[in-house]
């Protein structure tokens, strides 16, 4: 089965993370962060955020992207910024047996351009706006899991209110 993985490259705000966290966990996807993070694990702002989640999501820590390549060699990468000419949904999503990897920047900065330069076909960018530079990390990490979701007919994900929250017949009542 196709495993998508969100890869943070040096996050820097704990309430994004903490988002991500929560995301990755509710479309089953595995979150890796590259060191250096601008905040501390242990951050009341991520454990917010990330509400009760983020002790159940599953994540990595990796001293750099070298680290990161590594150990992860196999699978398809995405490199997401908006210097991307391809379009993030261009890219065929839906092979169950491939993992895929969506590698996001820092908040501030993106991907360095040395890193890019070297992954130029594997760039994409979401469509947007030209009077906006980009959009919220956490905004644009939802979007590109679900849209790999989409593609992958969301395996494995719940398609009705289970039963241990309010129940699919929560609405009938």
């Known amino acids: 089965m196709a495993r998508n ?27 890796h962060m590259i060191e250096p993070l601008g905040f501390s694990l242990a951050s009341r ?4 955020s990330g509400v009760n ?5 599953e994540y990595r820590l990796y001293c750099d992207l070298d680290e990161f390549f590594r150990e992860n060699p196999g699978g398809e990468y995405f490199f997401l910024t908006r210097y991307g000419e391809r379009m993030f949904y261009e890219g065929e999503l839906a092979d ?18 040395e890193i890019l330069n070297a992954h130029l076909d594997r760039c994409i960018r979401l469509p947007m706006s030209a009077s ?5 990390l956490s905004n644009t990490v939802a ?7 989409r593609q992958q007919g969301y ?19």
């Open 132 to 136: 906006v530079r980009a959009l919220n």
């Open 5 to 31: 993985n969100i890869v943070l490259y040096q996050p820097e705000i704990p309430q994004n993370v903490g988002n991500i966290m929560r995301t990755a966990f509710a479309g089953g996807a595995v979150l």
């Open 155 to 173: 395996l494995g994900l719940s398609r009705q209110e289970p039963d241990n929250f309010k129940g699919s017949n929560y609405l009938r009542e």
């Open 53 to 57: 989640y983020i002790d159940q999501v």
């Open 96 to 113: 169950t047996g491939k993992d895929y990897y969506f590698i996001f920047g820092r908040e501030s900065t993106g991907i360095p351009k």
């Open 45 to 48: 702002y991520l454990r917010r």
């Open 143 to 149: 979007i590109v899991l679900y849209e790999a979701l």
